[in-house]
């Protein structure tokens, strides 16, 4: 009997250990989870500017604001092209990013205002997409900024607006706002509840150029026509239940970079409506920049 008791408890002192270790491991695992969900970094420091000059027209200027930490980097780049089909909304609305915690995560955030159709006709808003990215590269010098990683995330109408810039890129349109000797160039774009085709969309009119046709005008404004091989990687985020901008013009841009063979990625949801800037969208978009870029 004594040998016995001796036998079990030599086997409990091996296996108790390794049995505590095992959990302590899935704890650890666990308790890590996806880098992807974390959120930014609140310990870093932070530089925000606001309303920083990024374009003049007409001797107006174009405003956004901006964020990194502190140091040297160069940083990747995130530019929010805010949504409210064309006409309203901000540079710090729910359909921009927030710039200080994408600087908290790691990036040169910024985030800017355009000209609204109701006072510049289209494609005035599009035009100063453009400038900013223009202003990126004009500014790698004087900001942390990664000119090799700049990334554009745009919902609904910003959405179409990012989507136009992987598709069309400058297209026949005049480069305004200043910074015309720079280049026009970036890595891949989010676009989050945004059109695809003004033509099949119920607020596409307000897409209405001075002198011009309106449905040849919103088909050259339209990315799923300009879909090519050699497009910019893009992200598309969508939900079923969009009553703003249907799931349909998600469906069928995706058709049409699928036989066009262009980088993409999809995410679909059900029930999220018009998505906005949320959890789910920011870990998808961080997702996405490691993939293409290549670097966490």
Not at 187 to 211: H, M, Q
Request: proline fraction near 6%.
């Amino acid at each position: 009997m004594t040998k016995l008791l001796t036998t079990l408890t030599a086997v409990l002192f091996v296996l108790v250990p390794l049995a505590l270790l095992a959990v302590g491991l899935q704890d650890r695992k666990a308790s890590a989870g996806p880098a992807k969900d974390s959120g930014p970094n609140k310990e870093a420091k932070i530089v925000f500017k606001e309303d920083v000059v990024y374009g003049r027209v007409q001797g107006a200027g174009l405003l956004a604001d901006i964020a990194h930490p502190e140091g040297k980097g160069p940083f990747p780049v995130i530019l929010s092209v805010h949504g409210g089909r064309w006409f309203r909304e901000t540079k710090s609305t729910h359909s921009a990013i927030k710039v200080r915690d994408w600087a908290g995560f790691g990036f040169f955030a910024m985030s800017i205002d355009y000209r609204l159709i109701g006072c510049s006709p289209a494609p005035a808003c599009y035009q100063d997409v453009l400038c900013a990215i223009r202003w990126l590269h004009a500014h790698a010098g004087n900001y942390p900024i990664d000119p090799q990683r700049i990334f554009l995330i745009g919902q609904s109408a910003g959405g179409h607006m990012v989507s136009l810039a992987a598709t069309l890129g400058d297209g026949p349109f005049k480069r305004t706002g200043g910074w015309e000797d720079q280049k026009h160039d970036f890595r891949g774009v989010i676009c989050v509840a945004a059109p695809s085709d003004l033509n099949k969309l119920d607020w596409g009119n307000g897409w209405t150029p001075l002198g011009e046709e309106p449905v040849a005008a919103r088909l050259l404004a339209s990315p799923i026509q300009h879909v090519s091989a050699k497009m910019k990687p893009m992200l598309i985020i969508h939900s079923d239940d969009d009553r703003s901008v249907p799931i349909q013009q998600a469906l069928d841009m995706v058709q049409a970079l699928e036989k066009a063979k262009a980088r993409h990625r999809f995410v679909q949801y059900k029930d999220k409506g018009h998505i906005s800037m949320t959890t789910d969208v920011i870990r998808e978009t961080r997702a996405f920049v490691e993939e293409i870029s290549g670097k966490k």
